[in-house]
Structures are given as C-alpha cells and as structure tokens.
C-alpha cells in the first residue's frame, strides 16, 4: 500500500507583507508561458481526436471519444481556470477574449429566459 503523499506547509513570516509586485508580475508571466505550453497541448490533441473521429473504424471513433472526454474537456477547463488565475494577477491569455464574450452571452441568456 503506498504512503500519502506529504504536503508541504508554507511557515509565514513575521512582518510579512506578503509577495511584492514584482514577484506577482513575474508569477503572472510564469503562468501566462505554462498557459501557452498547455495551449499546445491541447491543440495537438484537438489534431489528434479529429483525425480519429474521421476515420472509418469503430475504434478511431471510440480513441476520439476517449480523447474529447478525458483529455479536451477536463484540459479547457484547466486552461479557463488558469485563465482567471492570469487575469486576477493582470495578465491575459489566449482565451481572455472568448472568456469575456462568454460571459456576456451567459447574461444574454439569463435575460432571455427572463422574458
């Protein structure tokens, strides 16, 4: 049976004013370049699944069925959650944009079912 994993435990410290604003630009760069690493990824896997999808055996199609649900679905939504980290640290991503137009449809909608 395997061991739990030990959790790190960050010890604050006294007078601490938390990050500075150079370290939180440079944390919001970090995660912009992992956003983009992760971007890749999951438009070579996109590539992957359509390829599979169009192919005419029933295992092709299963593998992109596979790969939508357990690899497209749960990575976008990583890379909205990343996103909204980003972009409380002030920075952007690809998904910036689509993530403001989104929302503003949400409200369209809500409006909608209102009437």
Known sequence: MA??????TTK??????????EKLRTLCTRLEVVFA???AIYATVSVCQRLCAKQDG?????IATVLGRSALDPLFRRLKE????VEALGGQTAY????????EEDEEDEEDEKD
């Open 12 to 21: 604050s410290r006294k007078g601490s004013q938390g990050p500075s604003d």
């Open 37 to 39: 690493g992760l971007d």
């Open 82 to 85: 990343l996103t909204r980290v």
């Open 3 to 8: 061991k739990p994993r030990k959790t790190r």
């Open 96 to 103: 910036s944009e689509d993530m403001e137009n989104d929302d």
């Open 58 to 62: 029933e295992d092709e199609r299963a």
